[in-house]
């Protein structure tokens, strides 16, 4: 069986969920699911969870664009993962890319690939820029919250307040504030 799935962020997208509606059912897709929810919050994209559980072994899941089914590379080896351990495989239209086929994984593979490269010389970018800037005394980073807050902490505690309340009410973590108790001690 061929199942479609079609996925838009917001409500009023209904023009690009139209259009990826009619493609699927061109493609021969004989059900689909279809959703308006943003590719980020994964647990809210229940009809996509829907479409996973539903195909079966010999079933093709197709999507038009990649963009639709996942929101990165490692939430696509994910769901690959998940198809195939059901026996399926994932087209995508637009890239004319089947992992039914030796082509298409290859396919997929390669541009999988591509994606981690372009992030990992980007992050290399960064880095490098942060460096640069650090050096010229332009970077200075994130200002330490919980440590600006040592004195507030450490007035709670004598108060006979509990970690977990002081984190609360200062809006740290309870390590930081533990960080903080244990450093003054030894202070």
Do not use: W
């Not at 969920?17 to 061109?26: G, P, S, Y």
């Not at 919050?41 to 969870?49: F, G, S």
């Amino acid at each position: 069986m061929i199942v479609g799935y079609a996925r838009t962020s917001t409500l009023d997208q209904t023009a690009g969920l139209e259009a990826q509606e009619r493609d699927l059912a061109k493609a021969g897709c004989e059900k689909v699911f279809v959703e308006q929810v943003s590719s980020v919050d994964v647990k809210a994209r229940e009809r996509l969870a829907e479409a996973l559980e539903y195909i079966r072994e010999g079933d093709t899941l197709v999507v038009t664009k990649l963009d639709r089914l996942a929101r990165s590379v490692a939430h696509l080896v994910e769901l690959l993962e998940e198809i195939e351990a059901k026996g399926a495989s994932l087209r995508i239209l637009d890239m004319s890319i089947d992992t039914g086929t030796p082509n298409g994984r290859l396919m997929l593979n390669i541009l999988g690939s591509v994606a981690q490269f372009e992030r990992e010389i980007m992050l290399e970018r960064q880095r490098e820029g942060i460096a640069k800037a650090k050096a010229a005394g332009k970077y200075k980073g994130r200002k330490p919250t919980a440590k600006a807050k040592a004195n507030e902490v450490l007035e709670l505690h004598e108060e006979g307040v509990g970690a977990t309340e002081i984190a609360k009410r200062l809006g740290i973590g309870r390590a930081s504030v533990y960080r903080i108790l244990d450093e003054s001690k030894a202070a």
